[in-house]
């Protein structure tokens, strides 16, 4: 089975700052990750995903993620932050072979102040 | 171009109520699955469907079924309603390939009194 730690439940930055939302997994198989972003009131949509290959994945919104082996860690980070990145952020990870149960964690709750 | 409908938005039940919350895709895919929203806890899978006629528990079963007769639509019942079900439920779908992505529905947000 996989799990899913997301060390901070909020994160408050101010705008053009970078920031970094921390996630860590548990798994004794391969696995897939994905970040997810939930905006206020919203279904969840995807951010970007790692299946395998380069370990430093691009996705959407300017956000980028590195998969880390040895640390079982998948952070998420973007340079310089907008207003309009305010939301929850997901990590989420399913096992390769297992890959119908997708395991999200806790979330983070990114506040982007003026 | 409609992706995953969810209804209703709101629904206020009683303890011991039953009811069943709608979900619907026009994308064509195969696999389908119910989720709930808690604050803290993240998002935990209920229920999932590879495809008609075939459905599978996720991890927290308990006080939900789930049937999927079509491909579009896969409906998520509640036998009898308890508090701890208070919760907002999303749907999601997604192409049968382990590597594409979930497409959410905006959520049933559901209180049970």
């Known amino acids: ?114 | 171009n409609a992706g995953v409908t969810q209804t209703p938005k709101f629904q206020v039940l009683k303890t011991g109520q039953s009811m069943t919350l709608q979900c619907a895709q026009d994308m064509n895919h195969e696999y389908m699955s119910w989720y709930r929203q808690d604050p803290g806890m993240g998002l935990r899978l209920i229920h999932y469907s590879v495809g008609a006629g075939i459905t599978d528990q996720g991890e927290v079963p308990n006080g939900y079924n789930v049937s999927r007769s079509t491909t579009e639509d896969f409906p998520l019942r509640l036998l009898s309603a308890a508090p701890s079900q208070t919760s907002v439920y999303f749907c999601a779908s997604r192409r049968d390939s382990y590597n594409s992505p979930l497409h959410f529905g905006n959520g049933t947000r559901l209180t049970v009194t």
Do not use: M
Request: proline share 4%.
């Open chain 1, 1 to 114: 089975a996989q799990s899913v730690t997301q060390l901070d439940s909020q994160v408050p930055v101010f705008e053009e700052a970078p920031v970094e939302l921390r996630c860590n997994y548990s798994s004794s198989v391969s696995v897939y990750l994905f970040w997810y972003v939930q905006y206020p009131n919203q279904g969840l949509q995807l951010l970007l995903k790692y299946l395998s290959g380069s370990t430093l994945v691009k996705g959407i919104n300017g956000f980028e993620a590195e998969f880390n082996k040895s640390q079982t860690s998948f952070h998420l980070r973007k340079p310089s932050v907008h207003i309009s990145d305010t939301a929850e952020y997901f990590c989420a990870v399913s096992g390769i072979q297992g890959a119908q149960k997708l395991v999200f964690g806790q979330g983070t709750r990114l506040t982007i102040n003026p």
